[in-house]
Each structure stands twice: as structure tokens, then as C-alpha cells.
């Protein structure tokens, strides 16, 4: 199973801040904290990862709890492009190549 | 660079035929993966690499073989098909950073 979880589905207005919850209440201290995207059915794509401080980028930022039990995404604009699944991963320092999808979230930014 | 390359990109075979899915990478990556994905779902790994000659099972390795004589290739085997491996394989790699890059997906039909 899965070691994350997400709400299956969101909506957000375009032009608004989407903000993309994640639990991962059991992760070790030497897991980091990936977050994904797949935009209708092509290969998924990188969009942040953290261990445990905030992280931002040209995409988005991330934020995660102290305690490192739960993080948020934050896409600050969201556009129509931005419609996709959005997948958060949490992966072992040296588990290169192995990724463990749950069922993501899928977001709709509406007009 | 071309990325993370897959071929076909669809394929359609009756029970009990043989195939091989090809993946190629031109950013001399070590870490290659493969994935499926059915309807609805996340993605899961099937099998994985850590360099030329060396491969591991994923989660879902049951009737697929590989095989990494190349840094560059890494092919997956249906050995014989059967309805249930109807789905959408993507491969990936990565060198020891932080972003697993993704090939197109090549969408699987077995009758």
C-alpha cells in the first residue's frame, strides 16, 4: 500500500491558489517528500520534493509540518494547464528508480 | 537530448503472444524503471534497474522479463500476454538526483 494519502479529487478557479494536502503520518526520518504530476495519461513529471524544511520553485511550494506527518502543495496561480493528477510520494533516500504511487489527487482549475 | 523514449506507442495482441516494449535514454542515467498503470490508478513498478547487468523486481514483476546489457536501453518482455497486462507502461530513469524522468507511455491492448 501506498504510504501516503491524498483527497481523491479538488477543484480550484482559475487564477487562485490550489492547495494539495498529503498525509504521510508513518514516514522515517530518511524519507523525502515527493510531489508528482500527470497531465491527461502522459508520463508523470517532477514538480517538488522536501525533506523537511519548505521548499519553493518555479512551480510551486511546499510545505511540510514539523512533525513531518503531513505536507501541503501550493500551485499560487493555478491556470487551465495545470489540470492534471497530482501524486505525492514518499521515497527513501537511496530508493533511486523506485516510486510508489497512490491514486493521486485529481485537480480541475475551472475558468 | 531526446529524453526518455518508448516504442510502440500502441500495441494491440491477442492471449498468448509475445512482445517486447523498448525504452531508450540519452542522459546516461543509471537507474531505469518500468511501470504499469490500469484505468483510474497510480502508477506501480514492475521492474527496476540500477545499472547495466543488474535489475530487480517491483511490485507487480509477474509475467514480464528484463533485461539492461546497455546503460542506455531497457527493454520489458511479455512473455506470453494475457488480458489482465491491458494497460499503459511507462518507463523512467534517473541518475542519482532528485527527478525521475518519464517516457510517453506505451498503451497496451490484449484481447
Redesign the interface.
Known sequence: D?KTTQPPSMDCAEGRAANLPCNHSTISGNEYV?W?RQIH??????II?GLKNNETNEMASLIITEDRKSSTLILPHATLRDTAVY?CIVRATDS?????????TQVVVTP | NAGVTQTPKFQVLKTGQSMTLQCAQDMNHEYMSWYRQDPGMGLRLIHYSVGAGITDQGEVPNGYNVSRSTTEDFPLRLLSAAPSQTSVYFCASTDRGDTQYFGPGTRLTVL
Open positions: 501506498a515527493y508528482y495519461s502522459q508520463g508523470p513529471q517532477y520534493h501524486y533511486w528508480g523506485k516510486l510508489q504511487f497512490g491514486a493521486g
